[in-house]
């Protein structure tokens, strides 16, 4: 079992296996029934925020390393564990934004990862470890240390909010003197 020091990404890769059908989706009303004894309902105030009792529980689900290390794309936007989450989430937020990506290197197999939006995070070494990451898509907070993803070896497409500064004008001059197709 991994752990993510963000429950935001912990949601993402959630999501992802449910999607990739590496663990069943959750059952939000069977959870209301047999955990909460009441029943789930559409109509109550508990579904236009983020059901603290839900989300307790999607976080304590194990996250297998094997089936982490099977995962080949985590997204970002308009995801079903958000909805699961906060019923009626509009996407308007922020509070599902990623803060870190620490935990990130149990996905070892990843050669895609967007968020568009939902980036908060600065630290991109977590991602150092991804060694088959070939297309990364990263906006929302402009990010000030482009560094770490030109250990990236098999990065190919790179779409990125950053600060505008030497530092960064070199790492993406050697992304793409690399190959890297940068938007």
Request: with cysteine; charged share 30%.
């Amino acid at each position: 079992m991994s752990k993510f020091s963000d429950p935001n990404l912990q949601l993402l890769v959630l999501d992802q296996m449910w999607t990739d059908k590496l663990l069943p989706k959750f059952d939000k009303e069977k959870f209301y029934k047999q955990k909460l004894k009441r029943e789930y309902s559409r109509a109550e105030d508990y579904n236009y925020e983020i059901d603290k009792k839900v989300l307790a529980a999607l976080l304590a689900i194990e996250l297998p390393a094997t089936k982490l290390a099977k995962l080949n794309r985590i997204w970002y936007g308009g995801n079903e564990v958000h909805q699961v989450v906060w019923t009626n989430f509009d996407g308007q937020s922020e509070k599902f934004y990623v803060r870190s990506l620490d935990g990130i290197e149990a996905c070892k197999n990843l050669e895609s990862i967007t968020f568009d939006p939902g980036v908060a995070f600065s630290d991109l070494s977590p991602l150092t470890s991804l060694a088959k990451l070939a297309d990364l898509t990263l906006v929302g907070k402009p990010l000030a240390n482009l560094q770490p993803l030109t250990e990236l070896p098999k990065l190919k497409k790179l779409r990125i909010a950053r600060k505008k500064g030497s530092k960064n004008d070199k790492m993406i001059a050697a992304l793409m003197e690399k190959g890297v197709k940068v938007d």
